[in-house]
């Protein structure tokens, strides 16, 4: 007995490593391979092999003593299918030798093996399949999988021991053992290898892990999310389950702590792997897929920025557009590359802005590519927007609205509720000095007199939007000019503006030095800045702490933006500090950019475009709203 031990203990070693080779069982159909055998997994590390079977798109079903050390030591590689897929993690049960290894490839054109419906011990006898890619009778590394017939000659809580012609060999270690209507019951694991290519031996019998009971535990690992932002735009992808599931998706979001199954977190609902959260800017956001198989994704986050005023690519980094107007009404993008904006002549609409119609730009539904809008003003009071698809601006004729901002009334833009979609805003100054609001659906902007401040931005006073105290929702700035500098602040709760004399500076922006609003140090609050123009060229910034912007004579640059030129504020590299730039316009045409590194804006002559937004077009982004 004591030799027999130390026999099984060897040959169990053995069957583990393979040493470069693929295991089938003995009993395998002389010189030939079975059909059907797409989800049989061939599984490669440090010089050995196992098998394993597809279970789910990202997950193959295996033994844990295929991994004596976990993390592998070395990259594991895993054959499936007519894939080659890396193994980005082992996840072991505790109880049984079993594992599942989690790829980095969905794999949706093979069919898995089919999980049990509930568990069941294979009865005394029964009849089943092992598929592996080890040794066979005649080969010693077969270049296709192979099956092998076995009966159940006994059965416990998480094992099963089989019989058959021949054994399980070297290489089969995680092969799967299936019924006839291809569920799979166990993994392969020790063995004798009586009949393999090679043995001699005549004690014979196979043992194995039993999985029919985990199928819980498999759909609870198969589900993996990921979140990408851009902006406020967040993309969420996720691995499915076996189509055969016919599962649907619910996500969950929350900037609260974990996500939960809850109608307030409730996001969307999707047969696919992806949805579009147009999520609050500057939170981290926490989000659960649950399928209605019940398999549910462990949390995973992303971190918003904040609201874009140019990205139209989606890349994260601010790129500039021109506008013709008069001229063909046609828009130009150059985009950034962090260090340039690139292309003279890409045009992304021909017939959108026209003669004196005031053109901006938001991301109005949300997916993290800043839209264009154009407001007619005068008697009409359209709301024209053309939806970015990250290379060109879709739709000349579509309103969203048709009864805000007439005459001389002041558009703005900014996500006033905190949605993730830009709204608009007006501000019809003069006496009145009403503000009103009517928020993005996604679709279309909804209300045409919900006022939310009415008494904010009189006469010429300059309006301007901005995320002052950092919670998602933009505010509304005015600057007063003049002899006074003085600087109010109206912050959003999502409902109104709030406080009409709240005054956050009183000694910035003079007569008509251009102010302009943007996260400077990036700390998640907006601050302001303002150009002097003329001769000087100076740019000063003023900080916000959330309740006020600190210092008043804080020069961040002393050769920037002459005369009239046009200033312009956006994130041109994409690190989270809003950087200026500066159109020539006339016959130059050139764009200059100084980038911020939290404390000022560095070069005065770095030019990013010597050909773009000639003589009266209207760029984007720039400081001032109206030309």
Not at 258 to 275: H, K, W
Not at 323 to 333: E, H, I, K, Q
Not at 427 to 447: E, P
């Amino acid at each position: 007995m004591r030799t027999n031990a130390r026999r099984t203990a060897t040959i169990s070693a053995a069957v583990v490593a393979a040493g470069l080779l693929a295991a089938v069982p003995a009993a395998a159909v002389p010189g030939g391979s079975a059909a059907g055998l797409g989800f049989a997994a061939k599984i490669t590390t440090d010089g050995r092999a196992c098998s394993g079977a597809l279970v789910e798109p990202a997950l193959v079903l295996t033994a844990a003593s295929c991994f004596p050390v976990n993390p592998p030591a070395q990259p594991v590689t895993v054959a499936v299918g007519g894939h080659t897929a890396k193994v980005t993690a082992v996840l072991p049960r505790t109880d049984r030798d079993a594992a599942l290894v989690r790829l980095d490839t969905t794999i949706t054109d093979v069919t898995p093996l089919k999980l049990s419906a509930a568990a069941g011990v294979p009865g005394a006898s029964e009849q089943l399949t092992l598929a592996g890619w080890g040794r066979t009778g005649t080969e010693w590394v077969p270049d296709e999988a192979h099956t092998g017939t076995f009966t159940t000659s006994a059965a416990g809580a998480t094992t099963l021991s089989l019989t058959g012609t021949a054994d399980a060999c070297k290489g089969d270690a995680g092969a799967p053992v299936y019924r006839a209507d291809g569920t799979v019951v166990a993994v392969a694991g020790r063995s004798w290898q009586h009949g393999c290519f090679g043995e001699t031996g005549t004690q014979q019998g196979t043992s194995a892990a039993r999985v029919d009971d985990l199928s819980p535990w498999i759909r609870g690992e198969a589900i993996i999310g990921t979140a990408k932002a851009v902006g406020h735009g967040v993309t969420l992808t996720w691995t499915p389950l076996s189509a055969s599931d016919g599962a649907t998706y619910s996500v969950y979001a929350s900037s609260d702590g974990p996500a939960v199954m809850s109608a307030e977190q409730f996001i969307g609902s999707t047969s696919g792997t992806t949805l579009l959260h147009s999520a609050t800017a500057r939170k981290t956001w926490h989000y659960l897929v649950i399928s209605s198989t019940g398999a549910a994704s462990p949390d995973f986050t992303a971190k918003t920025g904040a609201r874009s005023p140019s990205d139209f690519s989606g890349d994260g980094k601010d790129d500039i557009a021109t506008f013709t107007r008069a001229n063909g009404a046609d828009v130009f993008v150059a985009a950034s590359d962090g260090s340039k904006f690139q292309g003279t002549s890409a045009k992304w609409h021909d017939a959108f802005g026209i003669g004196t119609e005031i053109p901006l730009a938001g991301d109005f539904n949300g997916d993290g590519k800043v839209d264009v809008a154009t407001f007619t003003r005068g008697t009409t009071g359209d709301v024209y927007v053309a939806l970015s698809d990250g290379t060109k601006f879709n739709g000349d004729g579509v309103k969203w609205h048709d009864n805000f901002a007439y005459n001389n009334e002041i558009p703005a833009i900014g996500d006033f509720n905190g949605d993730g979609k830009d709204d608009i805003a007006v501000f019809t100054l003069g006496g009145q000095a009403d503000v009103y609001v009517a928020l993005s659906d996604g679709t279309k902007f909804v209300g045409d007199g919900v006022k939310w401040h009415d008494h904010f931005g009189i006469d010429n006073e300059l309006p301007y939007v901005g995320d002052f105290n950092g919670d998602g929702k933009d505010d509304i700035a005015v600057f007063n000019r003049g002899t006074t500098g003085d600087v109010y602040v109206a912050l959003s709760d999502g409902f109104r503006f709030n406080g009409d004399s709240v005054k956050w500076h009183d000694n910035f922006a003079y007569n008509n030095e251009i102010p302009a609003i943007g996260d400077f140090n990036g700390d998640g609050k907006d601050d302001i800045a303002v150009f002097t123009r003329t001769s000087t060229g100076d740019v000063y910034v003023a900080l916000s702490d959330g309740t006020k912007f600190n210092g008043d004579g804080v020069k961040w640059h002393d050769n920037f933006a002459y005369n009239n030129e046009i200033p312009a504020i956006g994130d041109f590299n994409g690190d989270g500090k809003s950087d200026v730039a500066v159109f020539t316009r006339g016959s130059l045409a050139d764009v200059y950019v100084a980038l911020s590194d939290g404390t000022k804006f560095n070069g005065d002559s770095v030019k990013w475009h010597d050909n773009f937004a000639y003589n009266d077009e209207v760029p984007v982004p720039r400081a001032i709203t109206v030309l």
